[in-house]
């Protein structure tokens, strides 16, 4: 290992976490980040490796998108920060793109602050108090989002959380319609559950669950932060079941894998309260024109090259390639499942997860399970990666479960 390696290392024990430090190296880790482009992270000895695990569903885009770069720097020259007192075009042009009657938009700087934003803007619109969100769902971990998530492992050592919270059996509507009542302001889900599982609801939920909300006066708000922005070869993830949430969390992808960025995004009638008092919602450095310009840069570039199609076709492939290996060897995969490119490999055993895991990163690919649910290893790859690459991975992947079947009695 070299004195770089080894001294990068020790920074992380010392003064990072040494846990983290202890288990990186563990899976097989020891590798510095040097640069990235396409699905491809190359490390600081010169080492490539094929990016599968997409920045969890960030890099949608593939990494340093040289439109999204280009358009970057640009600002970077120009006003890379807003002053917050004049108008800034980045962030008027990002906020014009939204679809249909998602008009307004209120930017942030990740996942967690749009899934915030969205359960203050649900409360401001009705005047109402409580929330329904989905067992095993993930929004964040900060206290609202962290409410909101539906694993107690992340949850318990934090408590109190906010009051008024209500989880669900995701995928029912029936037990939404008894959760919400008078005073649920919102119900808040995800279209897919990522972190949870990779889990797609039956066709006609989220359709299901807006009838509802209409009916109870409540809003809905979908948390797009990890389908949002093409990951499941649409837009969003509510396209697959043709809703228009009243509120949208996006986040990750939107910044075209350049730049951090996160949006709240509502109807009118969701923005009635923030258009009566504006700053009641305030970021010092949300809507910056970096992460703005990143923002519209990723959309034209998604639009121009296709990705959507591309996206949908490589997931595809990639899961047809991966029900292939299920089937070969399903003492170690009980199912494969997804949309687009965002596919989980759930595991008849949970310690066959790290086991993959490692064998994938000796083989210089990078997957990783969902943070909710080991049992499931997921692969968010970029939109972009052509069939041949993926072919490599399916390969390298036979040959991980392969080796894992010989020993999963004792995993
Ligand atoms: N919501 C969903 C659906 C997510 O998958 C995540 C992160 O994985 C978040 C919210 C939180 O995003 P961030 O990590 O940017 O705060």
Redesign the pocket.
Known sequence: MSNYVEETIGKYEKYINPAQAKLFRFMGLASIEGHAEGWTITDSEGQEFIDCLGG?GMFALGHRHPKVVEAVEKELHAMPMCGKVLFNRPMADLAEITPGELQYSFFVN???ES?EGCLKVARLATKRKKFVAAKNA???KTFG?LTATGRDMYREPFKPLLDGFTHVEYGNAAAVDAAVDEDTAAVIL?PVQ??GGIIVPPAGYLREVKEICEKKGALLIA?E??TGIGRTGEWFGVNHDGVTPDLM?C??ALGGGVMPI?AIIGTPRAWAGLIEAPFLHTSTFGGNQLACAAGVAAIKAIKEEDMLRRGREAGAYLKAGLEAIAAEYPSVIKEVRGRGMMIGIELTKEGAGGMLMSLMINQHIIVAYTLNNPKVIRMEPPLIMPKEVIDHVLEAFRGAVKETADVIEDL
């Open positions: 969890y990740s996942g967690t899934v993930f929004h964040g989002s995800e990522g972190e948390d932060v990890q969390a986040a990750k996160g």
